[in-house]
């Protein structure tokens, strides 16, 4: 995995990624996985996006149980129990998309090719009023003061919730 870095200059996006080719020929990986997490200089998780080139099925056609491992830890560490019903079509390699109260899950099969897929997973604030409510409770409104005493506790609580998926399940 890199390191959590700056997406470019002047950026206020972060990310790191992690790749392995397992199979390639003179032109492309044949077989890979391609992990890209995004989010921001606090750690806090906005998106996860994967791509698997060429993935180990088991006899029965099924993505291999190490591969489908990522995607079970992504799921799980969301902490989005919605999200947990997609396991079986991603590990049965069939498209699912779901969309539950701001946040998305897509996994899909690359067009115009048979054996490439993409995953992404984030949060996405599509309706006016989640459009609102993200930027009324946004930390740079609510947390820029000098004086984080006066932010009310539910605020803190909903910004948590409602931004990030980077914190642990209870």
């Known amino acids: 995995m890199s390191e959590w ?15 392995r080719i397992y199979e390639r020929d003179e032109a492309r990986p044949l077989s890979s996985t391609f992990l890209k997490v995004r989010g921001n200089e606090m750690g806090d998780i906005l998106e996860i996006r994967a791509k698997i ?27 989005w129990g919605d999200f947990e ?13 779901y969309e539950r109260f701001g946040a998305y899950l897509s996994f899909t099969r690359e067009a115009g090719s048979e054996n ?7 949060l996405k604030a ?6 609102r ?15 984080p005493g006066n932010v009310p506790a539910n605020v ?8 990030s998926m980077s914190a642990r399940c209870a």
């Open 5 to 19: 870095k700056a997406a470019s200059m002047r950026n206020r996006n972060y990310e790191c990624y992690f790749q």
């Open 53 to 79: 080139v060429g993935p180990q099925t088991d006899a029965q056609g099924r993505l291999a149980p190490a591969v489908l491992r990522i995607f079970e830890i992504i799921v799980k560490q969301a902490c």
């Open 85 to 97: 019903d997609t396991l079986t079509s991603i590990q049965n390699l069939r498209n699912v998309e």
């Open 116 to 122: 490439n897929f993409n995953f992404a997973l984030g």
């Open 126 to 131: 599509t309706s006016d009023p989640q459009l």
């Open 133 to 147: 409510t993200r930027t009324y409770f946004s930390t740079d409104r609510w947390l820029a003061g000098s004086n």
């Open 156 to 163: 803190i609580l909903i910004d948590r919730i409602g931004t």
